[in-house]
């Protein structure tokens, strides 16, 4: 289960005694854990019954103790955990040793008085581990990774019918094409979108362009088009803009960079005959991500990418030896890029 799940109303009846979430959209998570929240409580209750661990600094004996201590004045308490890292290959700087065994004694026998929750927010679990499949298969288990285009949509139809408002299609498409999938940017400029358009309740794709910024990534697939096409001066017109921003040239280039090996790696699966939806598998790209690459990717020849993967990468050693000072070598390079397609 996953955005229904976390969407639909919540009642203290209506709760699992455990909760695991593991993915890394973090506005899914706070939205899951707000409503599990207002399910739980209705005042002061909710201050002494929803407690929170990290777990790189509790112990997991410490947590589960305090699922199984009653709660202050309340029928119910709330207790999560915030990384639970156990469930994957990720390596903790932690100097604490978790027994497990006191976890799934746990998951045996939960507490009736408590709603535990806990969070894996990570991309990947390790599906070997034992506890992992305990979880998965025993206890309400939600995904938390980022939306798919169709359910961004309709999320994003169900927050503002909510707030009584309206957006077309193509402004919507243009949301989705200057901030990507990441749910609390789109909270963020949504509610920025609705102050600015109080009034007439409607959102078009106008309003998007005026007042929602891209992201560096989609600046940067922007000036990747832009070299495609042999366009040159608006590329470091972009490009110019993004260091205004006070972007680093290194932190561009490294987006550049991973932009020049997506497309390689889309367009020799793609002449393998993959489709998007297992490149993005194998890949472990957002289906976003391969969707784009695979409508740009005409405008590139696969010695062209592997030519601008090796400009990229000259770049690179030449600031990092250097040779050529940082903000003059990227401008260099997207020359050498617009005039070599």
């Known amino acids: 289960m996953s955005l229904a799940t976390i969407s639909k109303k919540l009642t203290p009846e209506s709760l699992k005694p455990i909760y695991y979430l593991y993915g890394t959209e973090a506005y899914l998570v706070n939205q899951f854990l707000m ?15 929803d407690v929170r661990h990290l777990l790189a600094d509790t112990p997991l004996t410490d947590i589960i103790e305090e699922a199984e201590t009653f709660p202050f004045f309340s029928a ?11 469930a994957t290959s990720q390596k903790s700087s932690s100097k604490i040793e978790h027994d497990l065994t006191i976890l799934e004694a746990y998951l045996d026998q939960p507490s009736e008085q ?7 927010p990570y991309e990947k679990l390790d599906e070997r581990k034992r506890i992992t499949k305990r ?12 939306l798919m285009e169709s359910d961004l949509y309709k999320w994003i139809d169900g927050y503002l019918k909510n707030n009584s408002f309206v957006m077309d299609s193509d402004a919507k498409q243009e949301l989705y094409e200057r901030i990507g999938s990441n749910l609390m940017l789109i909270y963020q400029e949504l509610a920025k979108c609705m102050l600015y358009k109080g009034d007439s309740k409607h959102i078009t794709k106008e309003d998007i362009v005026t007042m929602v910024s891209e992201t560096i990534e989609q600046s940067v697939f922007a000036v990747v088009e832009f070299t495609a096409a042999g366009q040159a001066g608006q590329a470091l017109e972009t490009y110019h ?28 699966r793609q002449e393998k005959g993959y489709s998007q939806k297992e490149i993005a598998s194998q890949l472990k790209l957002h289906p ?3 969707k784009l690459a695979s409508q740009r990717l005409r405008s590139f020849g696969k010695d062209t990418l592997k030519k601008a993967l090796v400009a990229c990468n000259e770049t ?6 250097g040779k050529v000072e940082k903000e003059r070598a990227v401008e260099l390079l997207l020359i050498q890029l617009s005039q070599a397609t």
């Open 241 to 268: 803009r993004l260091l205004r921003q006070k972007e680093e040239p290194l932190a561009i280039l490294a987006l550049l960079t991973r932009q020049f090996r997506i497309f390689h790696q889309v367009k020799l």
């Open 288 to 290: 976003y991500v391969v």
């Open 135 to 146: 979880l998965k298969k025993e206890v309400e288990t939600i995904d938390i990774n980022p």
């Open 35 to 49: 409503n599990v929240h207002n399910a739980l409580f209705t005042g002061e209750d909710g201050e002494l019954n």
């Open 76 to 86: 119910k308490k709330m207790v999560v955990i915030q990384d639970f890292y156990l």
């Open 316 to 321: 690179d050693f030449s600031i990092k030896t």
């Open 114 to 120: 408590t709603v535990l929750i806990i969070v894996s």
